[in-house]
């Protein structure tokens, strides 16, 4: 006879081998493995679903998409934290990261740091951009030529996956940096 310890109660018992269900045997121990087991295996399926939508979602276009967006945000948050609304000069309220030219037309200014400024939600929202105030807003923080320029600017790009993933590793990266970190 060989000594083991009941995986449940935690006494010792003594059987000539390890039992499968690795308990003293007692019907409230038998049980209690047993519930343990089936939690055990909802937890595993559960888990395999989970990892399957995340490949899944990581195969998708969009998904990249919606990241690199969040990661130029993000940025663009960062690098005009003590300024102004770019069309009407408030300092309070609430911000987004407005476009100049709007992204949904202009596929290739979608990530442009010139293109994208921090904007109060009442111009971004209200006002359609206040673009108008903006153009005059960009002129002093860039100056005309770069205005012009991003006028001018009418490329035509269709970003794929992995385009969308160097953005959103450059632009994390770029906020970093411009918060202080290494
Ligand atoms: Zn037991
Ligand atoms: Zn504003």
């Known amino acids: 006879m060989k000594k083991f310890v009941c995986q449940i109660c935690k006494r010792k018992y003594e059987a000539q081998y390890r039992p499968i269900h690795r ?4 019907l409230e121990c038998l049980e209690k493995k047993a519930m343990k087991e089936v939690e055990k295996q909802r937890k595993k399926e559960a888990s395999k679903k989970r990892k399957e939508k995340q490949r899944f979602k990581e195969q998708d276009r969009s998904f990249w998409k919606k990241k690199a967006i969040a990661a130029f945000n993000a940025y663009i948050r960062e690098r005009d934290k003590y300024l102004p609304c ?14 100049y030219r709007p992204a949904g037309r202009n596929e ?34 860039y100056g005309l030529e770069k205005v012009e320029e991003l006028e001018a600017n009418n490329e035509i790009v269709k970003f794929d996956i992995d385009y969308y993933k160097r953005i959103a590793q450059i632009f994390k990266r770029k906020t970093e940096i411009t918060r202080g970190f290494k």
């Open 23 to 26: 308990t003293c045997g007692a």
């Open 86 to 99: 770019i069309s009407c000069g408030v300092t309070y309220g609430q911000f987004h990261a407005g476009h």
């Open 108 to 141: 290739g200014l979608r990530f442009n740091t010139y293109n994208v400024n921090k904007q109060c939600a009442q111009c971004n929202n209200v006002k359609s951009g206040n673009l108008t105030e903006y153009r005059i807003g960009l002129i002093k923080k």
